[in-house]
């Protein structure tokens, strides 16, 4: 598995692409390419712009393509409403509207794409490789919205709202249910570099996190005070979670080799009697959506006063609280553009 954003070899940056007006240009490729500063500044950073009274032009002059060669309702739609409302004029791409379709080659369209944008937002649910061919380009940041290794800007947007919601992430405990995905993995990624957080990882067996990844955050979480763990026993798992989270149990594109999958998966779902057995006092539920209600989750449960899955949605909060923190996804943007990010 890739965890680190290194362009990609070989590749000749042609000069007529590079455009010499352009920022410095940051990736975020997978939340390693984030320093834990950065991680916690960019939490921060979101949850002050939901509550400003009006939101920054950050990317004002900017322009941010959105290329989404995957289904998305939630994330898409951030990155093009989040990126206009901060300033930005935004371009979107979906599977069928750029010429690869017709044989281009990547590098050619990375070339083209370069001299014209700021900013890619990409969604391939595919080797983070191809997104390192667009990052080869000095002038243009390129942005991970789900690859098949990490969901890097779902894990940012789930560290805003646990920061919004408890006022605090430090030593704040995490239980997450469910395959380790690449939702699992961002997550892990991004608490080891909280000190005193800890997320366990149930899942079941054959499911786990990836093994490089669930070192990695491991041994980031020992040198930054946190704790990820993973078991395959969520029956043994004790009580005192702050949260307990879960996430859609069919991966986008990846099927199960095992026609009795769901046989595996059904203890891990998130039921009132689980969320009763590993609550504390102040327990919130959060999902990365979409759920599949009486599989991976119960609508009890999704629905109920405890959940933190639909805090962010709705006209009214738009209207009344500025944006929504799940907009703030495009928070990685705007670090991507910026010369200094102010850490």
Request: proline fraction near 6%; aromatic fraction near 6%; hydrophobic fraction near 45%.
């Amino acid at each position: 598995m890739t965890l680190h954003a290194e362009p990609a070899p070989g590749l000749r940056i042609p000069a007529a692409a590079l455009r010499p007006d352009a920022a410095r240009t940051r990736h975020v490729l997978s939340l390693l390419d984030l320093s834990p500063g950065e991680v916690l500044y960019l939490a921060r950073r979101a949850v002050r712009i939901k509550h400003a009274p009006t939101p920054p032009d950050t990317l004002r002059g900017r322009t941010v393509g959105v290329y989404f060669r995957k289904t998305s309702t939630r994330t898409r739609t951030s990155f093009v409403v989040g990126a206009g409302r901060l300033g930005a004029t935004v371009a979107t791409f979906g599977p069928a509207d750029l010429q690869t379709n017709t044989g281009e080659t990547t590098e050619d369209t990375a070339r083209t794409l370069a001299g014209y944008l700021d900013v890619l937002v990409m969604r391939t649910n595919e080797s983070v490789d191809e997104m390192k061919v667009f990052a080869a380009y000095p002038s243009l940041s390129v942005v991970n919205a789900l690859s098949s290794d990490e969901h890097p800007t779902q894990a940012l947007a789930d560290l805003a709202t646990l920061l919004e919601h408890f006022g605090r992430l430090e030593n704040l405990h995490v239980l997450y249910c469910g395959e380790g995905n690449k939702t699992a993995a961002a997550l892990a990624l991004a608490m080891s570099r909280v000190a005193g957080m800890r997320l366990v990882l149930a899942t079941p067996e054959g499911y786990g996190l990836d093994g490089d990844v669930l070192a990695t955050a491991q041994s980031l979480a020992a040198v930054h005070g946190a704790s990820i763990e993973q078991t395959h026993d969520l029956a043994g798992v004790d009580g005192g979670f702050d949260v307990v989270y879960t996430s859609r149990w069919q991966e986008m594109g990846v099927s199960k080799p095992d026609p009795e999958w769901r046989r595996d998966f059904a203890p891990f779902r998130v039921t009132e009697t689980l969320m009763e057995r590993v609550s504390g006092p102040g327990t919130v539920f959060m999902h990365d959506l979409p759920a599949v209600r009486g599989e991976d989750v119960d609508d009890a449960v999704l629905d109920g006063p405890r959940s933190l899955a639909w805090v962010h949605l709705g006209p009214d909060r738009l209207l009344d609280d500025g944006l929504p923190v799940l907009l703030l996804v495009v928070v990685p943007v705007a670090l991507a553009v910026a010369v200094d990010i102010g850490v």
